[in-house]
Nanobody, 114 residues
Framework: VQLQASGGGLVQAGGSLQLSCAAS????????VAWYRQTPGKQRELVAS???????DTADYVKGRFTISRDDRRNTLELQMNSLRPEDTAVYYC?????????WGQGTQVTVSS
């Protein structure tokens, strides 16, 4: 599975962005698909994950602001980000876990100005 993330950019605090991730192959309902983010000098951290149509994990710091979704017919994964804060600035990565196989997208930069 190859993943292509898009939708990042520069936005003012309080604004919104929607990230998209297109998969080259079919997404299976049992795949765990997720968004992670990483800032320089820090470990990559989970933002939110979804499997079988159910959101299974959302980081406390994005609850109520970010929403993860997937469309298995279009083989896409989205992250709707609202009420963005400067501390949300990071490179965002999409990820698919299929059994023991792990696939990463190339990352898309999100910058939130104060």
């Amino acid at each position: 599975v190859q993943l292509q993330a898009s939708g990042g950019g520069l936005v003012q605090a309080g604004g919104s962005l929607q990230l998209s991730c297109a998969a080259s192959g079919s997404l299976h309902s049992i795949d765990v698909v997720a968004w992670y983010r990483q800032t320089p000098g820090k470990q990559r951290e989970l933002v939110a994950s979804i499997m079988n149509g159910k959101i299974i994990d959302t980081a406390d710091y994005v609850k109520g602001r970010f929403t993860i979704s997937r469309d298995d017919r279009r083989n896409t994964l989205e992250l709707q980000m609202n009420s963005l804060r400067p501390e949300d600035t990071a490179v965002y990565y999409c990820h698919v876990q299929r059994g023991r196989w792990s696939y990463w997208g190339q990352g898309t930069q999100v910058t939130v100005s104060s």
